[in-house]
T-cell receptor
Framework: AQSVTQLDSQVPVFEEAPVELRCNYS??????LFWYVQYPNQGLQLLLK??????LVESINGFEAEFNKSQTSFHLRKPSVHISDTAEYFC?????????????FGGGTRLMVKP | DTAVSQTPKYLVTQMGNDKSIKCEQN?????MYWYKQDSKKFLKIMFS???????INETVPNRFSPKSPDKAHLNLHINSLELGDSAVYFC??????????FGDGTRLSIL
């Protein structure tokens, strides 16, 4: 079975500052990795994913995450945040070749961007 | 619009009642899911259906019964509702190992 740990439950940051949201996972098999974002009273939206290939993946709104197999991490970063980035961010994994494609989520990190 | 749609968005009911939540996807996906998000925002898989067949059934009370009439629908029926069932329930769908698409959630409140 796999597990996901998001070390920070809340991350306050000023607008235009850089941010890193940490994610570590544990699994006995290869995994796919995802970051989802949840805005207040909304569903989850996929932010970015790592399935294979380059370990650095980027989203269209300036976020990036790097898969580090040796450290079993998939930290999310953005060099300059905006007020509109305020949301809950979830890291998730699913096992490669898992028939059910089940996602295991971390506990979430609330990013609070202040003016 | 192409999407995963859930109804109702809000559901307020009394303890002991039976209720259903509907989910439909028009993305042509072959797998559908139900997740529960508790008051601390923790998300946990409940069920997974692939081509109308149950694949995953996590430790969920048997008061919860999913029904998949076809690949595009996965409904969730809950019997004898309890206070602890209060949560946001999310439906999702995917194709193969591609990322899951989520609905907007159904906020269930038990009085």
């Amino acid at each position: 079975a796999q597990s996901v740990t998001q070390l920070d439950s809340q991350v306050p940051v000023f607008e235009e500052a850089p941010v890193e949201l940490r994610c570590n996972y544990s699994s006995s098999v290869s995994v796919y990795l995802f970051w989802y974002v949840q805005y207040p009273n909304q569903g989850l939206q996929l932010l970015l994913k790592y399935l294979s290939g380059s370990t650095l993946v980027e989203s269209i709104n300036g976020f990036e995450a790097e898969f580090n197999k040796s450290q079993t991490s998939f930290h999310l970063r953005k060099p300059s945040v905006h007020i509109s980035d305020t949301a809950e961010y979830f890291c998730a994994v699913s096992e490669v070749n898992n028939a059910g494609n089940m996602l295991t989520f971390g506990g979430g990190t609330r990013l609070m961007v202040k003016p | 619009d192409t999407a995963v749609s859930q109804t109702p968005k809000y559901l307020v009911t009394q303890m002991g009642n039976d209720k259903s939540i509907k989910c439909e996807q028009n993305l042509g996906h072959d797998t559908m899911y139900w997740y529960k998000q508790d008051s601390k925002k923790f998300l946990k898989i409940m069920f997974s259906y692939n081509n109308k067949e149950l694949i995953i059934n996590e430790t969920v009370p048997n008061r919860f019964s999913p029904k998949s009439p076809d690949k595009a629908h996965l409904n969730l029926h809950i019997n004898s509702l309890e206070l602890g069932d209060s949560a946001v329930y999310f439906c999702a769908s995917s194709l193969g190992n591609q990322p899951q698409h989520f609905g907007d959630g159904t906020r269930l409140s038990i009085l």
